[in-house]
């Protein structure tokens, strides 16, 4: 991060924000932009070709004969989520239609009863098809054919007989005419039905069991029976669900007009699938959302509207709004097709990052630096035992935990540590661990969030979120990739996440990016609150108290450097570099029996990787056109640990020359003489006795004092 | 002696067009001027750049597109603003472009509602809006401010009375009819079959062996006809509630060879297809109600309602269509109207 080099273009480019872009086009909401994009363009046009279209006046009338569309849009939506077709909304429609007429004008059947009525009609209906369909697994297309034909049949012979009795009976009442041409402050009431039905069944459709339920029976039927999704069960509840919207579209329609006829719904189902088509909804499932539905279906209302009023005659108005649903589908194949390639070379967006000349290495440079093979000699254990022991940690009685790539976290104990347990079950990627004052284990895991586990081995969920912040288009208050921690003496627990755009397995393209996408998160268990204590950070990943307290240190892994950060007093939240030039990847920092620290090397920097930060171009070029394997990549085959004073003097240094135990370090401990050391693919971890050492140094006593006897204070951190 | 009435009007209607046409032309100096004639200034001014919006029922075939035809140019003539939108025999288009029309307040509405009770709010709200509306042929239960069209429920009687005496075993027939509808809740279809049905309940000698609708499409018409036909070599007669839908009637019978057995009664407009297909025996008796005449009734109520400034409700006008009546006996070629090209 030095200053020195000159003013550049692409050093400017670490303010340009490139990356939005690809968050732009990650978000999910990105697919609507097409069909919502069409609709104010279809609004404007309307307005152009009909002065006042959209005044207000207007626009409550038109959404008048809207809100019926809409609901049938809605019911169809449900079941093309869902992976389905419904061909027979029409048919429901008209029955409903007539149904709803029958008892009100005929049999006076008050309009409070001949709603449910009307509706439960409608969900038998869509019953049938859900049972033929669901439980009987018909293909919904021939089955929903058929259907349309008998409730059709049904309705024209029902009209035959029944229609001169409707027409003839044809009252006004005045609850009726609440639901058919009422309004409700100023809105129609069929209109405020539709709005309250969108809401709902959005927030059904994102955010309950039910409609997730739907939605991945519609992306992958066979994957969402192997989650133990009950797939007849949700596709029954669509039809039903569907054919019920539908009969409440007939029903408001019966309201509005009080007009029964053959014509009825007829064409209904193309409509309103060429409607949701419009908008975005994927035909065959899993892609889409209420409000694409709804904008489709404005699209089409609007487009159909305008040509009736400017007087287009008959046919030509189905043939415009085929021609507009064909560009339509064109477009949205194409944008779908490409989108993902788009975002593919777009996300990934490098920045300008001008690392420190790092010290030499090399034997006999006389830097602190220097290579060595002191990890040669240390000890083997848990050998074949451990699938990535990321962090390593041993509590009180000299039991070692680390966490498995598996999501577990294992236990070892007894002699040479040969008993191993599986302490706990936590799921995701354990990584950073620490000891709270009541001996639970602390856990940053990957993927999920912070963890505790108690000494019992139960496990409990601290925190899985932060604060969002203002201004970022991707969710910062998801916790990605919680990497380390520590804990402060008032129970604060400070973490790193490490990036908000990248998972851990996608680590790579962090570093290649080389952008300050991290942060440190602080979790306070006094009001169970997470907040982001400080952000723009390069990979942020080991974590350590220090002494006093009163901040902390931690490691910037790609940025290559060690910082200490305030947690009290007046610099609180300021950061302050202790060590500028690392010689490679520094992963976690913790304390040494000495008052210094120990801080792993993970990988090493290159000369060529050096230069490339500085060239986000280059890497631009590498990322869209060379294949993944054949990219530039940070080197983690070789590591070492070094010892560090508080000021950043470097004291000591530990090599694995051999490059068979430690090649890759990314955690050690200190214990009772003894130097831990883990690592993240590693399948061993080694300790090596360290010469000037304390015997009696173990972690959770240098933080919490010695254990807790009943009635006795609290210890304070040594 | 309708015949004769009506040749007299339509000749009426021509000398009125050619005059109009003519101070159509020269209207543009005279009104600056003003002239000696008051009422003439008045009747101008009153009328020009008046909108009148048609909302049809379906535009493509001869009586609408007559009755646009006629609009289009008397419209012209007076300087009025004529604009036509087309339901397409679709509910919905046509409730939306009834509320399109509410909101923009022509000052005249002519509509031909699809079925009787579709627009009956639209048109209540429309008048309570200031449009006057005026509906034309097929009326909505909603009464307006004027109507213009056919007496359904004379024309079912009519139908009913005729049938039943060519019909009735007492003359040798079998006393089987079928009748053919259009749209059930349309008020052609629904005041037709209010003026029958008691008829043919009060005979019972006769048997309606069938009674289907067939959209107003010739081609159902004509399936329906042929099956019924099949089903009852005996039939005495038909009876289509529209010419248009029951030429497909008068082909199924022709081409059952059952052509003078079996009687075809219907009524429409009255295009010149009905007089030359009456001739050929398609059709045993029609009714027109003769569609250049209403669409010139529609344009003298508008008129009349614009020059003096009538307020919506004040107003209840009915204009039934005098009727024409032939058969293949008594029909001549001025009996009907040649629809505009298309």
Redesign the interface.
Known sequence: MSDASPLSLSRLQRYWPSHLVGEVLAKPWIDSVVPMTVMVIVLLIAQMLIPGYLGLGNLVSVSREFAEFGMVSLGMAIVVFCGGIDLSVGGVYALANLAALYLINVLGVPVVLAVPIVIVLGGLLGAINGFLIGILKIRAFLVTLATLVIFRAAVNLLLLNFASQITAAYTENATWDFLGIGKIAGVPTNVVVLAILAVVLHLLHTRSRLGWHIQAVGGARRAAHHAGIHVRWSIFSAYVACSALSALGGLFYGARQGSIGFDTGVGLEIAVLAAIVLGGVALGGGRGSVARAMAGAVITLVLTNVLVRLGVQGGATSTVLGIVLLIAIGFDVKWQKNRHKILQKAYVSPAFLKLHTPPDIKPGSGSPYELNDRLRGAEVLALGLVDGPEDVILDRQGRLYTGMRQGWIYRFSGENFATRELFANIGGRPLGLAFDRDDNLIVCVSGMGLYGVKPEGEVFKLTDQTNRSWFSIRDDSIIRLADDLDIAPDGKIYFSDASVRYDLHSWIFDGLEGRRNGRILCYDPATATTRTFVSGLIFPNGICMEADGRSFLFAESYGCMVSRCWIEGPKRGRVERVIKDLPGIPDNINRASDGNYWLAMVGMRSPVWDLALTMPGFRVRMVKRVPRDEWLAPNLNLGCVIKFAADGRILDCLWDGARINNPAITSMREHQGWLYLGGLTSNRITRIKLDRADPAFVGPVAYWGAPRIAGSQAGQPA | MQCVRNRSRLKLFAAAICSLGALALVSGTCLAAGTQDKTRDSYFQTLKGKKIVWIAA???NDLQAEWDAQFRKLASAVGMQY???????????Q???M??A??EKPDILVVQS????????QIK?AEAAGIPVIQLNMKS?QDSTGFVGADYVGIGQQSADAIVKACSPKNGKSGKIAIIQG????ADS?LQ?QGAMPIFKAHPEIKIVA???A?WDPNKAHDVAATILQQHPDLCAFYGLWGEMSMGIGQAIKEAGMQGKVGNYSNDGGARYACTATKEGMFSEFWSYDAPGQARDVMELAISILENHVKPGTMKTVLYSPMIAFTPQTVQASMCYDPPKR
């Open positions: 379906v535009m493509g604009s036509l939108r087309d339901a397409n025999f679709n509910t919905q288009a409730s939306q472009a509320e399109a509410i909101h699809l079925n009787v009770t579709l627009l009956a709010r709200r239960l749209e059930i809740t349309a629904y079959m009674n289907q609708a959209e």
